[in-house]
């Protein structure tokens, strides 16, 4: 696997950022992109072996075209990003918001695997970063659970209609990452201990948990058409 070149859209920080890491230490060649160039800088002083940084805007199809036109060919795409809109009780969620959970993330995800084709090795991978609100009947998600579902649904599809190319995707639960930065402190600890003693794991998901998830889609050339919800059991309920 040392001679191979992942691309991680949304790298970072959190998921992503994990995942460059995993990968880097395992040999791979990795470019990390994201929206903001200050964090791709931390980045990088965060991660040994070298990742090659890109600034991209993944909402942006035409952003996105030319970053694959300037990477060149490459060999396993992990799209890493999120979005934070369209949570709420369905009876109060702005449709607005939820119309934004699907632009920030559902959109996106689809342009930049379709983007990517030309570029991707046959015998690569696409990994998608869904969430656990796409497969558990969690009140007050009906919103952003919507938008993760729909990047659910293009796993089975596009493994089978983009074949020898795999196509896999995980879906976290809670994970400690700055997706939560808009909660305040004492907010987020009272959240994480709430979610932890939902959790048959007893605890809240870390990045690297969901990093070496995405690394064994990776590196494993049977699997294809998976869904991998690592959420330490939390759909299971209490």
Same mark, same amino acid.
Request: glycine share 12%.
């Given at each position: 696997?040392?001679?191979?070149?992942?691309? +991680?859209?949304?790298?970072?920080?959190?998921?992503?950022?994990?995942?460059?890491?995993?990968?880097?230490?395992?040999?791979?060649?990795?470019?990390?992109?994201?929206?903001?160039?200050? &964090?791709?800088?931390?980045? &990088?002083?965060?991660?040994?072996? %070298?990742?090659?940084?890109?600034?991209?805007?993944?909402?942006?199809?035409?952003?996105?075209?030319?970053?694959?036109?300037?990477?060149?060919?490459?060999?396993?795409?992990? @799209?890493?990003?999120?979005?934070?809109?369209?949570?709420?009780?369905? *009876?109060?969620?702005? @449709?607005?918001?939820?119309?934004?959970?699907?632009? /920030?993330?559902?959109?996106?995800?689809?342009?930049?695997?379709?983007?990517? !084709?030309?570029?991707?090795?046959?015998? %690569?991978? +696409?990994?998608? $970063?869904?969430?656990?609100?796409?497969?558990?009947?969690?009140?007050?998600?009906? %919103?952003?659970?919507?938008?993760?579902?729909? $990047?659910?649904? @293009?796993?089975? !599809?596009?493994?089978?209609?983009?074949?020898?190319?795999?196509?896999?995707?995980? *879906?976290?639960? $809670?994970?400690?990452?700055?997706?939560?930065?808009?909660?305040? /402190?004492?907010? &987020?600890? *009272? !959240?994480?201990?709430?979610?932890?003693?939902?959790?048959?794991?007893?605890?809240?998901?870390?990045?690297?948990?969901?990093?070496?998830?995405?690394?064994?889609?990776?590196?494993?050339?049977?699997?294809?058409?998976?869904? +991998?919800?690592?959420?330490?059991?939390?759909?299971?309920?209490?």
């Amino acid at each position: 696997m040392s001679s191979q070149h992942a691309v +991680i859209i949304g790298g970072s920080s959190g998921i992503g950022l994990a995942t460059a890491r995993q990968l880097l230490s395992s040999g791979f060649k990795v470019t990390i992109t994201g929206r903001n160039e200050q &964090r791709l800088n931390v980045a &990088r002083g965060v991660l040994d072996g %070298g990742p090659h940084l890109i600034t991209m805007d993944a909402a942006d199809p035409e952003s996105s075209r030319n970053t694959f036109s300037q990477i060149g060919k490459f060999d396993h795409l992990i @799209l890493a990003f999120g979005s934070a809109k369209g949570g709420g009780p369905f *009876s109060t969620v702005s @449709l607005n918001d939820v119309r934004m959970g699907f632009e /920030e993330k559902f959109f996106p995800h689809f342009a930049c695997a379709q983007a990517s !084709i030309p570029f991707l090795h046959q015998k %690569g991978s +696409i990994t998608f $970063v869904s969430a656990v609100t796409a497969h558990a009947a969690m009140p007050g998600t009906a %919103g952003i659970g919507a938008a993760n579902a729909a $990047v659910a649904a @293009l796993v089975p !599809i596009l493994a089978a209609e983009l074949r020898p190319l795999r196509v896999n995707g995980v *879906s976290p639960g $809670v994970i400690d990452t700055p997706w939560w930065d808009f909660l305040a /402190e004492g907010d &987020r600890h *009272s !959240i994480f201990s709430d979610y932890a003693s939902q959790t048959p794991v007893g605890r809240v998901g870390q990045p690297e948990d969901v990093a070496q998830a995405i690394a064994f889609l990776i590196s494993d050339s049977f699997m294809s058409g998976h869904m +991998i919800i690592c959420d330490g059991g939390l759909r299971l309920g209490k």
